[in-house]
């Protein structure tokens, strides 16, 4: 199926490059394609604005219904495990399902949930608020993934040469989402109270909702006949999985732990702990369009971007304490640092992956068109949900049990694991083309002598 704005035909199995033709038309967009653009973005800024304005005042307001500790972080923490189980359902359906419905409806629950959650003050403390918390947390999970599923698809369908180019733009907007919603949640809360920030988001991204009603393409596929099982055992993907599930745990470690470790190590104003994270969200958000370009220009080179963001990754958690067997001072300019790095060995590292799967899936059989986009977009978003869970739960335990030093440092181990293994298994990958190669230059040369030989005869 051909490509909107892209008038050299369909793309080449495997994703290796683009076209030479297809490169200079991609700098040309269509009006489809920037109305995608403008979609794709206002979802990816809304909902994690909606998503990260929960944490500066909701565990306080929860507490005061009732609700423990213990009660709260569950709270947080079944978004990442419903985020998992829709992932694997709205990829294997977004063709019977449709994209453009998927994204549209998913957007408008997220908003009217949204706006729900500022009513909550309303509702009886005890076991009544926390049953709505959990009710809406997860209807709020699953309309979000809804979006990003759906989103993540019709990109990769409207700039088929320039995937990693275009999501890699789109995660700036993610990043000022988690940037700006806690100070503007903060700064409504204080100056209106509980329920201003949450309807007034919410109702931002409602009206989002009849915009992209009337801008957004509708794209139609065939039904695919491939699964999420055959994918991910695919054994590059599997490796390409492992990579997105460590980036993800290495993102949530953060959200329980670096506060507390600033505020006892610092002794820094709670309102100075948000300037901290500032440096991990803006280098990721600056960074991830400029890998993104590269991987799509070069994409020979994704396979090193991948081994190196990990392996980089893996050092700044090393140093993120610093590890007690370094034995370096810890400071607060060498953190802020060393979070400014791991935002950019992030992006070097994660951007990359999506386009690595689509490759591989063409590589291997699965036919281009949604189908296949809705498997990759859902089984990225699976990985991303698993490491968004396995990241804050076992973070909060370790650093609970041994502290923050020596939880960041065996939080880095699983990054250096998998940068190591995808490493290994690229170099092999390698040693097999070569020798492949080889032989097949070997049964060529027999083949020429054999013709030249009954020639003579």
């Known amino acids: 199926m051909d490509s909107p704005g892209d008038p050299e035909g369909p793309r080449p199995q495997g994703g290796d490059g683009p076209p030479a033709g297809a490169m200079e038309t991609s700098r040309r967009l269509s009006r489809e394609q920037i109305f995608v653009l403008i979609s794709a973005a206002s979802i990816n800024l809304g909902s994690m604005m909606c998503y990260s304005i929960l944490g500066p005042f909701f565990p306080k307001e929860a507490e005061k219904k009732g609700a423990s500790n213990t009660v709260i972080g569950t709270i947080f923490g079944c978004y990442a495990l419903f985020d998992f189980l829709a992932s694997l359902v709205f990829g294997k359906y977004l063709v019977h399902i449709g994209a453009k419905f998927m ?92 329920e201003v920030p949450f309807i007034f988001l919410g109702c931002i991204v409602l009206l989002m909702v009849p915009l992209n009603m009337c801008i957004l393409p509708n794209y139609e596929s065939d039904k695919g006949k491939h699964s999420f099982w055959k994918l991910i055992t695919l054994p590059k993907v599997a490796f390409l999985s492992f990579v997105i599930t460590s980036f993800s745990s290495c993102f949530g470690f953060l959200d329980p732990t670096l506060s507390l470790f600033v505020l006892e190590k610092f002794n820094l104003p709670a309102g100075y702990v948000g300037l901290v994270f500032l440096g991990l969200a803006l280098s990721y958000a600056i960074s991830s369009p400029l890998v993104g370009l590269l991987s799509d220009k070069m994409p020979h080179l994704r396979k090193w971007l991948l081994v190196f963001g990990n392996l980089t990754l893996a050092g700044c958690y090393m140093l993120l304490g610093p590890a007690p067997f370094l034995h370096i001072k810890s400071q607060l300019w060498l953190l802020v640092l060393i979070l400014v790095i791991n935002g950019i060995s992030a992006g070097i590292g994660l951007i990359p992956t999506f386009p690595e799967i689509l490759s591989c899936a063409h590589e291997n059989g699965f036919e281009e068109g949604l189908s296949t986009l809705g498997l990759v977009s859902g089984l990225f978003g699976a990985m991303w949900s698993v490491g968004a869970f396995v990241g804050p739960t076992l973070g909060g335990f370790l650093y609970e049990k041994i502290g923050f030093e020596w939880a960041a440092a065996l939080q880095g181990l699983w990054a250096l694991t998998s940068g190591l293994a995808m490493g290994l298994f690229y170099l092999l990958e390698h040693l097999r083309r070569r020798r492949r190669s080889e032989l097949q230059n070997i049964l060529g040369t027999e083949e020429e002598r054999t013709a030249l030989l009954s020639d003579e005869r």
């Open 103 to 194: 994204f549209v409806a998913g957007m408008f629950v997220s908003g009217a949930v949204t706006v729900l959650f500022g009513l909550l003050d309303q509702v009886p403390e005890g076991p009544v608020f926390i049953a709505m918390c959990f009710l809406l947390r997860i209807t709020d999970a699953i309309s979000f993934e809804a979006a990003i599923t759906a989103s993540s698809s019709i990109v990769a369908k409207a700039f088929p040469n320039n995937v990693a180019t275009v999501l890699g733009s789109l995660e700036t907007f993610s990043g000022l989402g988690l940037v700006l919603g806690p100070p503007l949640g903060g700064f409504l809360y204080q100056s209106f109270g509980y």
